[in-house]
T-cell receptor, first 112, second 116 residues
């Protein structure tokens, strides 16, 4: 079963706009990660945020984590056509050695 | 290229046949993971190894599935008596046990299996 649920399932925005994706999960986590997957290609790790962190930045990416609400958000600023992809949140619990449980993803389309 | 590699990239087989996939992790990574991904879904964990030891298996891994990592380097995933429901992308990932990026998994391009 999948731990994370992304919202929305699909998102289409104009190039240059910001894109926000949300993720909710059910059980306590050690860390939460966001991955990107382009059509027909492998998963690329974007950012990891630990349970004792609230916000993290990496380039145009900003991730927040609210453990009290069991939710996270990924913000992509100044979107580009190359950002078109599926984005997955993934959680790692305390009991298993870095086993990642993925959500079902948000499909992001950037319109030129 | 020092990333995770998987072979073959595509495999088409007839129902009932056996198939084997190979994964070569990043050389210094001691953990290796197998996932399965179907269309429109996120990857689902199948199993993982630390060095040559298989430490956890998902309930998704039926008796027809077996994975090995004999020398703690490359790994193979075999599916016996394939069924149409086995059609999916099989992803391999590797990671380090310790260090600043110990929880980050590096994924290979996957092997797409089609069972006819």
């Amino acid at each position: 079963s999948q731990q994370g649920e992304e919202d929305p399932q699909a998102l289409s925005i104009q190039e240059g706009e910001n894109a926000t994706m949300n993720c909710s999960y059910k059980t306590s986590i050690n860390n939460l990660q966001w991955y990107r997957q382009n059509s027909g290609r492998g998963l690329v790790h974007l950012i990891l945020i630990r349970s004792n962190e609230r916000e993290k930045h990496s380039g145009r990416l900003r991730v927040t984590l609210d453990t009290s609400k069991k939710s996270s958000s990924l913000l992509i600023t100044a979107s580009r056509a190359a950002d078109t992809a599926s984005y997955f949140c993934a959680t790692v619990g305390y009991s298993s050695a870095s086993k990642i449980i993925f959500g079902s993803g948000t499909r992001l389309s950037i319109r030129p | 290229d020092t990333g995770v590699s998987q072979n073959p990239r595509h495999k088409i087989t007839k129902r009932g046949q056996n198939v084997t996939f190979r994964c070569d992790p990043i050389s210094e990574h001691n953990r290796l993971y197998w996932y399965r991904q179907t269309l429109g879904q996120g990857p689902e964990f199948l199993t993982y190894f630390q060095n040559e030891a298989q430490l956890e298996k998902s309930r998704l891994l039926s008796d027809r599935f077996s994975a090995e990592r004999p020398k703690g380097s490359f790994s193979t995933l075999e599916i016996q008596r394939t069924e149409q429901g086995d059609s999916a992308m099989y992803l391999c990932a590797s990671s380090l046990v310790d260090g600043p990026v110990k929880d980050e998994q590096f994924f290979g391009p996957g092997t797409r299996l089609t069972v006819l």
